[in-house]
């Protein structure tokens, strides 16, 4: 069987290659191909031999995912792209454009165990974690059919990242690394619904990327509510990691708020959560919070909150001094925006 060539990580890459070609320029060249030129078959590596080329085609895959479905939004540019893996399995990423900065918000797993009722990837049943190679691909084929260059990653596409820490970690690398993508710590953010032990691990490892914390309530029992499968961990401990990440990496840190009707947006929730904050000493330059109207998606009981309701609640924050924007959908017109990528 092929091995996907993804899958490796440089130095895991080199070796199986010294097999075949024992040159170290020949190897970089291959390197060169695959990362900077983004070259999608073995057959259009034209510094490499052709007899090489073969061979490396006998021996690796280059490509695994298959572009399924592209669609456009008609608002905003933002284009959602279904893959189906080699298995057979689909998941989605997102292409944001921005002027000066495309951004691409990618996957990590196939379903999601953390079943935010909000969200549509958490009523899609949790099949498997994404390989290295398929979390990096997403990346390579989108900038491939856009032709646009990717400055920005988000992992907030489908799955809780930190509980596919190992691959997440390992595409990381190549991410940041000078020779692959090359992608700035500060263009890259993670989010989590707060698995506190993946979080100490990250911030230990020290990427440097930003964190984004997706806190959603202020009290336990809301919090239940909007994220059943929230790991057992409290508000308290996960606004202390978030803390700790802060003081380790010297990076930023955003808070996530859905703002769902009748749930979460009273102005005592937003006077709670600016109460939090204060405890935790998370009212500062490093700290932003992202409100996120609630996009409506199939049969959940939640109802969108009032442009009134989102306005006052952002206001509230910012009297206490906090930073805090509200997110624009992006993509909402082909359920490409927060909490829509699993229909
Ligand atoms: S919001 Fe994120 S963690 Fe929650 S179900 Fe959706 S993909 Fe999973």
Redesign the pocket.
């Known amino acids: 069987m092929k091995k996907y060539i993804l899958d490796l990580t440089s130095i895991q890459l080199k070796a199986y290659l010294k097999v075949i070609i024992n040159q170290d320029y020949r190897i970089n060249q291959i390197l060169d191909w695959i990362y900077e030129k983004k070259t999608a078959t073995f057959e259009e590596f034209t510094s490499i031999p052709r007899d090489f080329r073969q061979e490396l085609d006998k021996r690796f895959l280059l490509r695994s995912l298959k572009i399924v479905k592209k669609e456009q939004s008609i608002l905003d540019g933002t284009i959602r792209y279904t893959f189906q893996s080699i298995d057979k399995k689909h998941f989605s990423a997102v292409f944001l454009p921005t002027k000066g900065k495309n951004s691409v918000c990618i ?1 990590s ?1 196939i379903g ?5 009722a ?6 899609v049943k949790y099949t498997r974690n994404l390989t290295r190679g398929e979390i990096l691909e997403q990346i390579l084929q989108i900038e491939n059919d856009t032709k646009e260059k990717v400055s920005g990653i988000l992992f ?5 990242p930190t509980l596919n820490y190992n691959n997440v970690s390992l595409a990381l690398s190549s991410i940041l690394s000078k020779k692959e993508f090359a992608i700035g710590k500060r263009h890259i953010t993670l ?3 707060g698995n506190v032990t993946a979080i100490k691990k990250l911030a230990d490892d020290n990427f440097g990327i930003r964190l984004a914390i ?1 806190l959603h309530a202020t009290n336990e029992k809301q919090r239940k509510k909007i ?1 059943p499968n929230n790991f057992g961990f409290t508000i308290e401990e996960i606004l202390n990691v978030g803390k700790y990440y802060l003081k380790k990496t010297k990076s930023r840190l955003t808070i996530e708020y859905i703002l769902i009707k009748e749930i979460n947006d009273s102005s005592a929730d937003a006077h709670k959560l600016a109460r939090l904050l204060k405890r935790y000493d998370l009212i500062n330059q490093s700290v932003q919070i992202n409100l996120i109207p609630f996009n409506p998606i199939g049969d959940v009981n939640f109802s969108v909150p009032t442009q009134e309701a989102i306005l006052k609640f952002k206001n509230i924050l910012k009297l206490n001094g906090i930073t805090a924007n509200i997110r624009q959908a992006k993509g909402a017109d082909i359920g490409a925006a ?2 829509q ?2 229909r």
């Open positions: 996957s797993q999601c165990p953390v079943m935010c909000f969200c549509s990837s958490g009523k907030m596409g489908m799955g809780e989010s989590s619904v997706s994220i927060c909490g990528l699993g």
